[in-house]
């Protein structure tokens, strides 16, 4: 692993003292076993640069000026991950936007903070904006964001891209932007209340255009030395703005199942990804689930029971990054926060107070196994210099926090 820069105490905790022996999780800094393997950093981050106009992004980041840029690179560079998932990057062919990014934000120091390289990129088109041709909605009118395949208002936008300092195995990367929503057993499919008919909202014509990913699935395998980390990358659709019918919390939540089952033996049989390769991962090969999933454990507008489904598995580690940034902005916003049932420690997402508060979204989440040896927030307190990067609504940056786990990859 990198040498990390100093982080302040406010977003280094350090695995929570968790004693968790049986899930191999150690304090940071624990000496790890010989031949065991190598010692990574992974993060994700919902960076919030998405822009409202195809090409816009390309436009802002063609200059080293951007102060949303600076901001959130300059957060990437003091926390230093070195896989890293960054939500809310509009897609761009060709990875210009992504180069530009690299080139003039991150390789740049920004605020005091060292530079950071990273040599290797993925991104791959996303469902947001693709016109869908039919009213997806029942509006009654056919185009707009709402009636894409996900919803944006171009082509791309809420994309994603996948950085690291290891390189990324390209030929076996496995994506799932096309699989319809119908071929999940038990899905969720949204109903129309106003008819008896059971899991109606969508025609039958619908339902063979209806895709299950809003932006895309990614398994995105990172070579570590000699050994194999998959990155399961994902960006669920928020679980609002829709009706009765609940489309898009019960989207949400067939979204996270997606890499619930694709993860365990004897659920993923029905996953078939673009090129038609059919197979969830195989128990021996590691992985490691990012992403912002739009979903806290106990409080929000989720469908009950949607992230359960990940920290409920045996596949799957839960490090409980935490910050002690996030415990003070609850107290002090107080509002919808002073009566959450979740600890304000675990929040990642700065929400409106007077509705969903402050939430646990995104989630870096190992396989069962993996010795985790730290995590953390990036949410400092406010006597902390560095909480100009984070700070209030308006917010400089994001309204979420990048969030990481030290662990250790092995064959």
Request: charged share 20%.
């Given at each position: 692993?990198?040498?990390r820069?100093?982080?302040?105490?406010?977003v280094?905790?350090?695995?929570?003292?968790?004693?968790?022996?049986?899930?191999?999780?150690?304090?940071?800094?624990?000496?790890?076993?010989?031949?065991?393997?190598?010692?990574?950093?992974?993060?994700?981050?919902?960076?919030?640069?998405?822009?409202?106009s195809?090409?816009?992004?390309?436009?802002?980041?063609?200059?080293?000026?951007?102060q949303?840029?600076?901001?959130?690179?300059?957060?990437?560079?003091?926390?230093?991950?070195?896989?890293?998932?960054?939500?809310?990057?509009?897609?761009?062919?060709?990875?210009?936007?992504?180069?530009?990014?690299?080139?003039?934000?991150?390789?740049?120091?920004q605020?005091?903070?060292?530079?950071?390289?990273?040599?290797?990129?993925?991104?791959?088109?996303?469902?947001t904006?693709?016109?869908?041709?039919?009213?997806?909605?029942?509006?009654?009118?056919?185009?707009?964001?709402?009636?894409?395949?996900?919803f944006?208002?171009?082509?791309?936008?809420?994309?994603?891209?996948?950085?690291?300092?290891?390189?990324i195995?390209?030929?076996?990367?496995?994506?799932?932007?096309?699989?319809?929503?119908?071929?999940?057993?038990?899905?969720?499919?949204?109903?129309?209340?106003?008819?008896?008919?059971?899991?109606?909202?969508?025609?039958?014509?619908?339902?063979?255009?209806?895709?299950?990913?809003?932006?895309?699935?990614?398994?995105?395998?990172?070579?570590?030395?000699?050994?194999?980390?998959?990155?399961?990358?994902?960006?669920?659709?928020?679980?609002?703005?829709?009706?009765?019918?609940?489309?898009?919390?019960?989207?949400?939540?067939?979204?996270?199942?997606?890499?619930?089952?694709?993860?365990?033996?004897?659920?993923?049989?029905?996953?078939?990804?673009?090129?038609?390769?059919?197979?969830?991962?195989?128990?021996s090969?590691?992985?490691?689930?990012v992403?912002?999933?739009?979903?806290?454990?106990?409080?929000?507008?989720?469908?009950?029971?949607?992230?359960?489904?990940?920290?409920?598995?045996?596949?799957?580690?839960?490090?409980?990054?935490?910050?002690?940034?996030?415990?003070?902005?609850?107290?002090?916003?107080?509002?919808?926060?002073?009566?959450?049932?979740?600890?304000?420690?675990?929040?990642?997402?700065?929400?409106?107070?007077?509705?969903?508060?402050?939430?646990?979204?995104?989630?870096?989440?190992?396989?069962?196994?993996?010795?985790?040896?730290?995590?953390?927030?990036?949410?400092?307190?406010q006597?902390?210099?560095?909480?100009?990067?984070?700070?209030?609504?308006?917010?400089?940056?994001?309204?979420?926090?990048?969030?990481?786990?030290?662990?250790?990859?092995?064959?």
């Open positions: 692993m990198s040498t820069l100093p982080l302040t105490a406010a280094t905790v350090a695995a929570l003292g968790i004693l968790a022996i049986g899930l191999g999780v150690v304090p940071a800094g624990a000496a790890p076993g010989k031949g065991h393997g190598e010692d990574l950093r992974v993060a994700t981050y919902n960076l919030s640069l998405n822009r409202a195809a090409g816009e992004l390309e436009a802002d980041l063609s200059t080293p000026n951007d949303q840029a600076r901001t959130v690179a300059e957060v990437i560079q003091r926390a230093n991950p070195d896989v890293i998932l960054l939500n809310e990057f509009d897609y761009v062919p060709n990875m210009r936007a992504v180069d530009l990014f690299r080139g003039n934000y991150l390789a740049l120091g605020g005091g903070a060292d530079p950071v390289d990273y040599p290797y990129a993925y991104v791959a088109p996303s469902n904006g693709i016109p869908s041709g039919f009213d997806l909605n029942n509006d009654g009118k056919v185009g707009g964001g709402d009636d894409a395949l996900g944006g208002a171009f082509e791309g936008q809420y994309g994603m891209a996948v950085l690291s300092k290891y390189p195995d390209t030929e076996n990367v496995r994506t799932f932007q096309n699989f319809l929503w119908k071929d999940m057993p038990g899905a969720l499919l949204p109903d129309n209340p106003a008819t008896p008919q059971p899991a109606d909202w969508f025609s039958p014509e619908e339902l063979e255009v209806a895709r299950l990913s809003s932006k895309s699935h990614w398994d995105v395998p990172v070579k570590v030395g000699s050994h194999t980390l998959h990155v399961l990358a994902s960006h669920p659709t928020p679980p609002t703005f829709d009706g009765p019918e609940d489309r898009n919390g019960r989207r949400n939540h067939d979204e996270v199942r997606f890499w619930a089952d694709y993860v365990t033996p004897g659920k993923s049989n029905y996953i078939v990804d673009d090129e038609g390769g059919k197979r969830g991962l195989r128990t090969e590691q992985f490691v689930i992403g912002d999933q739009n979903a806290d454990p106990l409080d929000g507008d989720s469908v009950d029971a949607t992230v359960s489904q990940f920290l409920d598995s045996k596949r799957i580690i839960d490090p409980l990054p935490a910050s002690d940034g996030a415990v003070e902005a609850a107290a002090l916003q107080g509002g919808v926060n002073a009566t959450q049932k979740g600890d304000p420690r675990n929040d990642t997402a700065d929400f409106a107070d007077t509705a969903r508060g402050n939430l646990r979204a995104d989630y870096v989440l190992p396989s069962a196994g993996t010795r985790v040896l730290g995590s953390g927030v990036f949410w400092p307190t006597a902390d210099p560095l909480s100009r990067l984070t700070g209030v609504y308006p917010f400089p940056g994001s309204d979420h926090r990048l969030v990481w786990v030290d662990m250790q990859v092995r064959g």
